[in-house]
């Protein structure tokens, strides 16, 4: 990135961004013979060539004899190597520790000496012809023996291990079996890492395996431990079996059918009555379990969402919605347009005598159908928001809250005011107003051929400009709405133009100010560990210190009006996320827009101001941008038209503002 001083000069900055994982290693836990040489392996990612990681005994000091190799996708493996490993290199464990803290612990079992020996053998085995043979004994001793089994008729070796496959049997935590060279003879693990095994014999037969085995473990030393297996395989008691089988299969089908059936409608049951508790649970957890709470006037409505209290004078039948189209999909769920019959009964705001009668007979009204010759103003277009398919606890919870507190911020005219919800349903439908020209940031784009640099006050209904004076009116209605969920203690958090929506007769009004910001798929939001934020639009304090004030939500209004008056570009369009965080730590701040007034540049600064309580609040900005469009229109009818936008002026906001 290169920047320009006020002395002209070009300085190159550079941001290192590191990106790590914790450590990784095949088993926790590592046995050896005294003696042996080990090595001790973990495995990270790194994107950078230094070394993240040491492997140490006490977390502080790096032990020797390490070496790193690097893998492919930015993986690096580190190795230590312990040469004679004694009984003492056991008493702690090792850990593979990365530079930011991260670790993996890896206990080292050293084996005492001992001679070979075998345990909790079957001794003899009675089996049926043609099934699998599973013989059980454990093998103790260290260093770790060699196996070898006989075949007392033949004479035959029938299966030999040797002393490295009996250490991935007996040692490793990822073992593999050993095997006959016919396969019919697999001696493998039955406990990982421990001295338990198992001889599987495959499909016995009478003739041949009808015998004794003799085997034999030995190990480097010499030392040697015998021992025998008995198969013994009863052609009498197998015969009996297989016409016992043949007669009890008939009847094990017959139970079978029966079970499934009785199964099938058991699991029918059970899922319709989840659905039934599951949707009373999610009306009785989120709607009905803090009805008594009282709102904390030193906390912001952000901080309580999840606990405000739901009035049910907003319940609005399910059975009136008539949905139209989608509008409206995201991570946060779908947007739908609909039609909501008798919704202009509902008032639910007004508890008078006369509105509650009202709500009581839209509830009584047994269909839609019976609503359809209601009067225009008691039936209307809306929009309805929902979970997405498949809703989690949190994504409930989120839109939960974000209707509550909706519904305790109150009525404005320049916000996007709910109408009503349906949370007695398997999903929650959230009703609020339909905004018939969409977001302000499309609005702004498709407008920009009939704009006009000039301070007339267009009708833009009637005559389809789009000058600097409406954009300022527009702004102003911006402003109002912010003003207001100041006064209600209400953070947005994500203040821009894609959130703004423009209803009939051109309002503006603010959205999705209750909204958990959890927002994936977008090139606005970039991921920190507790979600997706705006990261563009964001304060610097909010960036580094994730600290949301009302004077966080005025820088996002100085972006806005950036947006505006380059009738929907994107902010900060040369400078890549990862660097914006130093551009905006070293005073740099957007330029002008062309055809931006300076006085409006001016409060776009202010907004920027490093130290938030310098920023002018909502009140100030909207007295302020109210007396700039009085006296420009003023002077715009009363002189030429056409008003010189190429204004140069700037006012310091941060010792010496830096422009993009």
Request: glycine residues 4%; hydrophobic residues 35%.
């Amino acid at each position: 990135m290169r920047l320009e001083n006020n002395s002209n000069i070009w300085e190159n900055r550079s941001i290192d961004i590191r990106v790590l994982h914790k450590p990784h290693v095949q088993s926790t836990k590592v046995i050896v013979d005294q003696g042996d040489t080990l090595s001790l392996t973990c495995t990270y990612q790194s994107n950078c060539n230094e070394i993240y990681a040491v492997w140490t005994k006490d977390k502080t000091n790096r032990l020797r004899f390490v070496k790193l190799k690097k893998l492919e996708n930015n993986t690096k493996s580190l190795t230590y190597t312990l040469k004679k490993a004694r009984k003492q290199n056991s008493k702690l464990p090792y850990y593979c520790l990365m530079e930011f803290g991260e670790f993996v612990t890896v206990h080292l079992d050293v084996k005492d000496p001992q001679a070979p020996d075998v345990q909790s053998t079957n001794g003899t085995k009675w089996l049926e012809e043609n099934t699998d043979a599973k013989i059980h004994f454990s093998i103790l001793g260290s260093p770790v023996p060699n196996l070898t089994c006989i075949h007392e008729k033949t004479k035959e070796e029938i299966i030999s291990c040797s002393k490295t496959q009996m250490k991935n049997i007996l040692y490793r935590a990822q073992n593999k079996p050993c095997k006959s060279q016919n396969g019919k003879y697999i001696l493998s693990s039955r406990s990982s890492q421990t001295a338990k095994v198992q001889l599987l014999i495959s499909k016995v037969k009478f003739e041949t395996d009808n015998s004794t085995l003799f085997c034999r473990l030995t190990n480097s030393k010499g030392q040697q431990k015998d021992f025998r297996i008995r198969l013994f395989v009863n052609v009498k008691e197998r015969t009996k079996k297989k016409s016992n089988n043949n007669n009890n299969n008939k009847n094990l089908f017959i139970a079978i059918g029966c079970g499934l059936l009785l199964l099938f409608v058991v699991v029918i049951a059970t899922v319709l009555y989840i659905k039934e508790r599951n949707r009373n649970n999610t009306y009785k957890r989120f709607f009905l379990a803090n009805n008594h709470y009282t709102i904390d006037p030193l906390k912001t409505l952000n901080e309580q969402m999840h606990n405000l209290s739901y009035d049910e004078d907003w319940e609005f039948p399910y059975k009136y919605l008539e949905f139209k189209e989608l509008i409206g999909c995201g991570a946060f769920g779908k947007v739908y347009k609909a039609k909501a019959y008798g919704i202009g009964l509902m008032n639910s705001r007004d508890k008078s005598t006369h509105a509650k009668k009202q709500r009581k007979q839209l509830n009584k009204t047994p269909n839609k159908t019976k609503l359809a010759h209601c009067e225009e103003n008691e039936s209307r277009i809306v929009a309805v928001k929902t979970t997405k398919d498949n809703p989690n606890f949190n994504d409930i919870r989120n839109l939960a809250g974000e209707l509550k507190m909706i519904i305790h911020v109150g009525q404005h005219e320049n916000i996007v005011n709910v109408l009503g919800a349906c949370t007695k349903y398997p999903k929650l439908y959230m009703i609020i107003e339909y905004c018939s020209h969409g977001s302000l940031l499309e609005f702004l784009r498709k407008r920009r051929p009939i704009f006009q640099p000039t301070w007339l006050n267009e009708d833009f209904a009637a005559t389809e400009k789009l000058t600097i004076a409406n954009l300022v009116s527009t702004a102003i209605q911006v402003c109002n709405g912010m003003r207001f969920l100041a006064s209600k203690k209400c953070i947005h958090r994500d203040l821009a133009a894609r959130n703004v929506l423009v209803a009939d007769n051109y309002v503006m009004k603010v959205a999705d100010f209750g909204m958990a910001r959890e927002v994936e798929g977008s090139d606005n939001y970039i991921c920190r560990t507790q979600g997706y934020l705006p990261v563009k639009w964001m304060a610097l304090e909010s960036i580094l210190e994730k600290v949301y004030t009302e004077e966080s939500d005025v820088w996002s209004f100085g972006i806005l009006l950036w947006e505006m008056f380059t009738l929907g570009q994107t902010p900060y369009p040369s400078i890549p996320v990862q660097h914006l965080v130093a551009l905006l730590s070293d005073c740099g701040r957007m330029e002008k827009p062309d055809y931006c007034p300076a006085e409006i540049y001016l409060i776009m600064l202010e907004c920027w101001n490093e130290i938030p309580k310098q920023r002018p609040s909502f009140e100030a900005l909207y007295a302020k941008l109210q007396k700039l469009l009085q006296i420009n229109v003023i002077e715009a009818e009363i002189s030429d038209p056409s008003i010189n936008m190429d204004s140069n002026y700037k006012e310091d906001v941060c010792t010496e503002p830096k422009n993009l």
